[in-house]
């Protein structure tokens, strides 16, 4: 948590430098700290996590067209949201973000 806590640090004071680099990394620290949160048993932060790097890339493509090779990363992280239903037993859940792949 504490390397973690110091990459939102430093990504936050180089935000307006590097915008696109940083929102890039920040879909990786996200996935890491969404990691953390599950394998600590916190899954709803976990999606949390999820989503906001989703968010991340999905703010990268709108912004810059040639970034769309990006897409697959979203893809990744429904399944690692359909997994965490299907962990869950919440069998719906996990249908609808299979049906989003």
């Known amino acids: 948590m504490a390397l973690l806590r110091a990459a939102d ?28 949160h599950y394998m600590n048993g916190n899954l709803e932060g976990a999606e949390i996590c999820l989503s906001q790097a989703h968010d991340e890339i999905g703010a990268l493509i709108e912004s810059h067209d040639f970034l769309l090779p990006l897409a697959p990363h979203c893809i990744d992280f429904i399944i690692q949201r359909a997994r965490m239903a299907r962990r869950e037993r919440e069998w719906r859940k996990a249908a609808f973000y299979i049906e989003a792949v």
């Open 9 to 36: 640090h430093e990504l936050r004071s180089r935000a307006v430098e590097f915008r696109s680099v940083n929102r890039y990394v920040e879909r990786y620290r996200l996935s890491a700290l969404a990691y953390y």
